[in-house]
């Protein structure tokens, strides 16, 4: 008989609730309830969740769209990034002079100028660059629907929407330590 999911209540350890599929949207009540700051993506916030549960110390939530200082202008290859630097519509005409209308902050570009205190525009730009050779078409980790809905399409290249989408169901259904068996 499989395991059914367990209630998502405060009684619940970090492990277990990283054993299970959660929509963010049934991770926020949680969140309200131990006082946990429910800002952030689906992973940073399971990650605080696990933290309170299990006793540890909570990090902060991640401070987004909040005032941020515009960086010196003209903006050059050896400006400095600061800490916390967003991506701003000053830094995408930036880079958009540098690079052309196909640029784009997307996941790596947004992960290297959140972290990259202390890098320069030049840094940020020669990455952008570099990730541009990555295949194209590889799903985040985060978006996991759509990672396995791919992968299901790929082995029933017949198949239809909501036979994925029940596979889907039925796969999330699982812990994550007995999904091996259910994935595409």
């Known amino acids: 008989m ?3 999911r367990p209630p998502l ?4 350890s970090g492990a277990e609730l990283r054993r299970w599929y959660w929509l963010r949207a049934e991770l926020a009540p949680l969140a ?3 006082g946990v700051p429910g800002g952030g993506g689906k992973q940073e916030l399971t990650d605080r969740l696990a933290a309170a549960l299990d006793g540890r110390p909570v990090a902060p939530a991640p401070r987004r769209g909040v005032g941020a200082a515009r ?8 400006t400095v990034l600061p800490a916390g630097q967003r991506c ?5 005409a930036w880079f958009t002079a540098q690079v052309g209308p196909a640029f784009r902050f997307d996941g790596p570009m947004r992960e290297f100028v959140a972290g990259g205190a202390g ?3 030049g840094d940020a730009l020669e990455h952008w660059h570099t990730t541009r050779a990555r295949p194209r078409g590889e799903i985040g980790e985060q ?4 990672r396995f809905v791919r992968a299901w399409h790929l082995q029933h290249p017949d198949g239809a929407r909501a036979d994925a989408l ?3 169901r039925a796969h999330r259904a699982l812990p994550v330590d007995a999904r091996e068996a259910s994935a595409p």
């Open 2 to 4: 499989p395991e059914s």
């Open 9 to 12: 209540t405060p009684a619940l």
């Open 32 to 34: 309200r309830t131990l």
């Open 71 to 78: 960086l010196p202008e003209p903006l050059t290859e050896a």
């Open 88 to 92: 701003t519509q000053q830094l995408r």
């Open 119 to 121: 890098r320069t525009l």
């Open 143 to 146: 978006f996991e629907l759509n």
């Open 166 to 168: 029940a596979a889907w």
